[in-house]
């Protein structure tokens, strides 16, 4: 007997039915995502593009086409690509560099002490200054095991977890349950994330002492998928036990 393609539709909906919360999360990430490169530009997309990192028809080049029609859409005129400082980062065509600055010293002196705490071998904290910037700005948030040589790590911008924190906001706004429980568990969800980020930046730090080739790994791989398997995992246990409204059955 032949199905109808109504019936073969009604099929397909209840087989996915249980996936419904899965793909709204996954939905809300992808947005995030799109939103904030479209919002910001920074100093290492201008050093990809002047690298030829980026490619005509990758991803990113897309956003990139797309996001220079949005600012010069709503007024603010055109993308800055001549700033290849890695701590530089616009909000819509204003420099914010300035703003993050103290959070990323903060973030590196946190993993400074962590590192310290577990290793013999004392960790320096070092100012870093960056001449391809138009301003001389003295960050202090260049972690290294030896002062003249050896790989260190530059805390920048994009080490503070605030783009993390922005998905989770958007994941939580768009979730089911009452507004000051959800409030209540962003700010606890927030939390976790910057605590698993200094722990993050402490490990790979430990690492690349001895092992210095391994800092793509855990940097653009490892690292970077558990940072969205953790956002994952708080949206799930908000889901099951918090909301009173459950999307997963």
């Not at 479209?38 to 028809?57: C, D, P, V, W």
């Not at 855990?218 to 949206?235: A, E, T």
Request: hydrophobic share 45%.
């Amino acid at each position: 007997m032949r199905v109808k393609p109504n019936k073969r539709l009604l099929d397909l909906k209840r087989r996915l039915e249980p996936f419904r919360g899965v793909f709204l999360f996954i939905t809300i990430v992808l947005i995030a995502h799109i939103s904030w490169k479209i919002a910001f530009h920074t100093g290492i997309e201008n050093k990809e593009y002047s690298n030829r990192i980026l490619t005509k028809n990758s991803s990113s080049s897309v956003i990139a086409n797309i996001k220079g029609k949005v600012w010069r859409g709503i007024g603010v005129g055109d993308v800055d690509c001549q700033n290849k400082d890695c701590r530089y980062i616009s909000f819509f065509n204003n420099n914010v560099t300035t703003k993050f600055v103290p959070w990323t010293e903060k973030t590196a002196l946190a993993s400074f002490w962590v590192v310290n705490l577990v290793c013999r071998q004392p960790l320096s904290l070092l100012n870093y200054v960056d001449s391809s910037s138009d301003k001389n700005i003295e960050s202090r948030t260049l972690l290294s095991f030896d002062r003249l040589r050896g790989p260190a790590i530059n805390i920048i911008w994009g080490c503070t977890g605030v783009k993390q924190l922005y998905i989770l906001f958007l994941v939580i706004l768009f979730s089911r349950g009452i507004w000051w429980k959800r409030f209540i568990y962003f700010l606890m969800g927030s939390l976790v994330l910057l605590l698993f980020n200094v722990m993050r930046i402490s490990i790979i730090t430990l690492f690349i002492k001895s092992y210095p080739e391994s800092f793509e790994i855990l940097h653009d791989i490892l690292f970077k998928y558990l940072f969205y398997g953790l956002i994952f995992l708080l949206w799930l246990l908000w889901e099951e036990k918090f909301s009173g409204k459950n999307f997963i059955k």
